[in-house]
């Protein structure tokens, strides 16, 4: 299984950018995605994921601004960032918990290469 993330990169502080992330590989089911985000000396914290329900969950941060979404049948997840913050700059990551095998309920992390977004104020 790998997860690939695209978008990123620089925007004025007000301004957007989207992320997406596409799972690829042999897996039965993706339960749960998400975006993660670090920045150095900080731990990686949780800004918004998504279930199989659809039922989302959002860092309070982010609330208001950020949007995640998933397309099931593209095996993708999508973070649209708007009025983006100085203090939104960091690494994001794409996070997935997978069930690998058909009949099994038991789930694997699995984690994109991280993608920069820098804003500038």
């Known amino acids: 299984v790998q997860l690939q993330a695209f978008g990123g990169g620089l925007v004025q502080a007000g301004g957007f950018l989207g992320l997406s992330c596409v799972v690829s590989?042999?897996?039965?089911?993706?339960?749960?995605m998400g975006w993660y985000r670090q920045v150095p000396g900080s731990q990686r914290e949780l800004v918004a994921s998504i279930s199989d329900d659809n039922s989302v969950t959002y860092a309070d941060f982010v609330k208001g601004r950020f949007t995640i979404s998933r397309d099931n049948a593209k095996n993708t997840v999508y973070l649209q960032m708007n009025a983006l913050k100085h203090e939104d700059t960091a690494v994001y990551y794409c996070?997935?918990?997978?069930?690998?095998?058909?009949?099994?309920?038991?789930?694997?992390?699995?984690w994109g290469q991280g993608t920069q977004v820098t804003v500038s104020s």
């Open positions: 996070n997935s918990e997978i069930i690998t095998r058909w009949g099994r309920s038991n789930t694997y992390s699995y």
């Open positions: 590989g042999r897996f039965a089911r993706i339960v749960a």
